[in-house]
């Protein structure tokens, strides 16, 4: 016995293990909270709404096959028109008024197929670092 009334304790592998333990769960516990908490936000707006209330129209398999550089546009979002107001062109790119707020559309993201809808249209995702346009199919503005 050491003075003082103190017995040393052996270094043994299970207080070894037991110290590990504790060293993995204490970064382990808070990335699990985190992916809990904000996997939700991430994938807010992965879900496809097809309602089939657009099943007979003769545009229906032509809209599912659009794709911009983004990959295919009515996979992962609701495309919505756009008003000629909502949208503009300058220099060969483009910007789109969504939820009252105008973003750039990505180069990857335009559409270069003949519109056969005739209307702008516009594929908005809302996800964990906001909104982006997956998808932009500009009009005529007329």
């Known amino acids: 016995m050491i003075s003082g009334g103190h017995v040393p304790r052996p270094c043994t592998e299970s207080v070894v293990e037991n110290s590990a333990r504790r060293r993995a769960v204490r970064w382990k516990l808070p990335l699990l909270i985190g992916c809990v908490l904000f996997l939700p936000l991430a994938t807010g707006s992965g879900e496809a709404r097809d309602d089939g209330r657009y099943a007979s129209s003769p545009l229906k398999q032509w809209f599912d096959s659009l794709k911009s550089g983004k990959g295919p546009c009515c996979s992962d979002a609701d495309g919505s028109a756009v008003s000629d107001a909502d949208w ?27 519109n056969r809808a005739g209307r702008t249209m516009v594929w908005p995702i809302r996800g964990y670092l906001g909104l982006t346009i997956r998808c932009f199919m500009p009009g005529s503005m007329t």
């Open 88 to 114: 503009e062109s300058n220099g060969g790119r483009y910007r789109v008024r969504v939820e009252g707020e105008w973003h750039e559309v990505p180069d990857d993201a335009v559409i270069t197929e003949p």
